[in-house]
């Protein structure tokens, strides 16, 4: 079975002159078109167009959309991916819901608001069990307690620099630097002394470039050369963090040149 431009954009929202258009670009070509000229969509077409609604939906442009699809070929596995994502959401989401739901109660209400209740949704949590599976509950609590701990203009600050770098990055990625470029081991050593400062990474360091645990005594020094080249693959990998690079490719470029960083300065 098949579909038209006007079947598909009537179960989508979108429009006609859009699918034209990604059809014009090659992100999207129809399975076959008529006698008539009209276009057909087949299922393979729909798996497809659906992970692109998926990935515009994470703020992706187009072109970042292209090279996602172009180096997650097999639909399955990335969908999977995105699946669970949107699951977390989901469960962030109802939590979001209910807190308003109960102050929205409380004001009518005259009654007394939680302030336990009025944030659940809201906070920064949304990564912890990928955080504790890969580098331990300890890492998750330091880190946590250390964002806890910052004033509005710290985390505003924090946000910032992050987002500075994630454009410095995809600005290079786009301006087709090689990745071992002065410019890009520039960027990874910004990268890892950003790292750095995070409390409970792997990369976090003392002032003389030793290891503390949460406790502040000495611990062990980690593995921070697979820590950061892990940390590239997971950006490749995971479309939520590839999107603060312009997508797979810029990702990828991030990778590459965290890659050759940590082979030869950690």
């Known amino acids: 079975m098949d579909w038209s431009v006007q079947q598909i954009a009537k179960m989508t929202g979108t429009t006609g002159r859009t699918l034209r258009h990604y059809d014009r670009i090659g992100l999207l070509k129809p399975s076959r078109t008529g006698n008539n000229g009209y276009r057909y969509y087949g299922q393979e077409s729909l798996v497809r167009l659906q992970r692109i609604l998926l990935l515009r939906d994470l703020g992706l442009g187009l072109p970042a959309i292209a090279d996602v699809l172009g180096n997650e070929t097999d ?16 469960d962030r989401l109802g939590r979001q819901i209910a807190s308003v739901r109960h102050t929205i109660e409380a004001l009518q209400s005259g009654g007394m608001i939680m302030a336990e209740k009025m944030f659940d ?8 069990d990928e955080v504790q599976q890969r580098w331990g509950k300890d890492a998750y609590a330091t880190s946590d307690a250390w964002w806890r701990g910052l004033g509005t203009e710290e985390k505003s600050a924090w946000k910032e620099q992050a987002r500075q770098l994630g454009a410095d990055w995809t ?14 081991q520039d960027l990874a050593r910004r990268h890892v002394e950003w790292l750095r ?28 050369k697979a820590y950061v080249t892990g940390l590239g693959e997971m950006y490749v990998a995971d479309p939520r963090f590839a999107a603060n690079y312009g997508g797979a490719g810029g990702a990828a470029f991030v990778r590459d040149a965290l890659r050759i960083y ?5």
């Open 75 to 90: 639909a399955g596995p990335a969908l999977g991916r995105h699946l669970a994502w949107l699951e977390q959401e989901q």
């Open 121 to 128: 949704g809201f906070d920064h949590t949304q990564y912890r």
């Open 171 to 184: 600005a290079a990625a786009e301006s087709g630097l090689p990745a071992d470029s002065a410019q890009a």
């Open 197 to 224: 400062g995070i409390p409970g990474t792997p990369a976090a360091s003392d002032p003389a470039g030793g290891t503390r645990g949460p406790g502040g005594t000495e611990g062990v020094r980690p593995d921070i």
């Open 262 to 266: 940590a082979e030869t300065r950690l």
